[in-house]
């Protein structure tokens, strides 16, 4: 874009801006749309680990209660064969979720952990993306007044050559 305005840049050391007004603003958008998909996507990994860390929670509270039952149940001594089987079963089961209780908890704390991170990033890349969208709009304010002041005396020149011609014209018609 601009290969005139960038070989100016170059060529006259920087006087030039190398992007322009527009180009600038282009980029800053660019970086703000990013955040913002960077924001809404840290968002939904969010919910997605709460909801998984509530699902994690009503599993252990389950189990927690079935051992409970059991216990109590076993306290009675079960009288047939297929009951006695059934509770060590449900043994086995509540100790297996007793033991992975733990493993579960510190997983879905590590995904919120993981998913805050990415929050914090996407927040940081939104206020990056904002601050560079508000400096590239104050350069530009700047460049536009410096040109203007820089084209005011050229422009001056060209009414009066203009006036001039136009005298002329209308000297050599009469």
Do not use: C, W, Y
Not at 15 to 28: I, M, P, T
Not at 81 to 103: F, T
């Amino acid at each position: 874009m601009g290969m005139i305005r960038k070989t100016l840049s170059v060529g006259t050391l920087g006087v030039v801006s190398f992007r322009s007004k527009k180009e600038k603003l282009r980029r800053a958008e660019r970086a703000r749309r990013a955040a913002e998909v960077s924001l809404q996507e840290e968002h939904t990994a969010r919910v997605a680990a709460e909801d998984r860390s509530t699902v994690a929670d009503k599993r252990a509270r389950r189990a927690n209660a079935k051992a409970a039952r059991l216990e109590h149940s076993r306290r009675g001594k079960p009288k047939g064969r297929k009951s006695r089987r059934r509770a060590r079963k449900l043994a086995k089961a509540a100790q297996v979720v007793a033991a992975l209780e733990p493993i579960v908890r510190s997983g879905a704390q590590s995904a919120k952990t993981a998913a805050g991170d990415a929050g914090e990033r996407s927040r940081r890349a939104g206020r990056r993306a904002r601050k560079t969208a508000k400096r590239s709009l104050e350069r530009a304010q700047v460049a536009a007044v410096s040109a203007k002041e820089t084209a005011a005396p050229q422009v001056e020149r060209l009414a009066a050559r203009a006036g001039d011609a136009i005298e002329q014209l209308t000297a050599r018609d009469s």
